[in-house]
Every structure is written in C-alpha cells, then in structure tokens.
C-alpha cells in the first residue's frame, strides 16, 4: 500500500506557474502508473495527466496539454505537475493517483489551486 502526500497548490495570478508535487510512502513509486486529476466546484473529477510506472508513455487532457508537463522521478518517489499559463479555469481541487497492475487505486489528500486576480 502506497501513501501520498500533495504539496505545492495556493494562490497564482492568471498567466502564472506552480508547481505541484506528489511524495509516494509506503511503497515503491515505481510500481505504479500516476496521474494528476482535478475537480472543480459543481463538477465531475477529471483526468489532466497520467504517465505510466516507467515514464514512457504520457498522456493530457485537451484543455492542459502543452501547459501541464507531468513527470516523475522514481529514485525520489515523487510526481510532479508543473503548471504553466493557469487560466481561471484550472481552479480546482487537485489530487494525484496512484495505480497498480492490479488496477488498485490510491488517492492523495487533494490540495486547492486558485487562479485568480
């Protein structure tokens, strides 16, 4: 079992960057696919980026692609979601994702994102 701990949201003026990262316990990060979802007040929780175990294979929703790099560092346990060129859009509670081969799932806390002037 994997625990994940979310850092790095808060306030950021529109046209700003943040950059969020997700520190993996308990368990190897390697073993598991990660992704960054988000869900904003009134809406259903979306996927913005998944990458799989080894890093190979990354994938954006339509809306973040080229803004959002997603990234992991295994030797670290951590994931990353550097976000650029936040729109008031991207308001949202963000959480990261962990799976395994067993398509189990893990959650981190969620942590706020605000883009606002």
């Known amino acids: 079992q994997v625990q994940l701990v979310e850092s790095g949201g808060g306030l950021v003026q529109p046209g700003g960057s943040l950059r969020r990262s997700c520190a993996a316990s308990?368990?190897?990060?390697?073993?598991?696919?990660m992704s960054w979802y988000r869900q904003a007040p009134g809406k259903e929780r979306e996927l913005v980026a998944r990458?799989?175990?080894?890093?190979?294979?990354?994938s954006y929703a339509g809306s973040v692609k080229g803004r959002f790099p997603i990234s992991r560092d295994n030797a670290k346990n951590t994931l990353y979601l550097q976000m650029h060129s936040l729109k008031p859009e991207d308001t949202a509670v963000y959480y990261c994702?962990?799976?395994?081969?067993?398509?189990?799932?893990?959650w981190g806390q969620g942590t706020q994102v605000t883009v606002s002037s």
């Open positions: 994702n962990a799976r395994n081969y067993g398509n189990v799932e893990y």
């Open positions: 308990g368990s190897p990060l390697r073993c598991y696919a």
């Open positions: 990458i799989t175990s080894g890093g190979d294979s990354i």
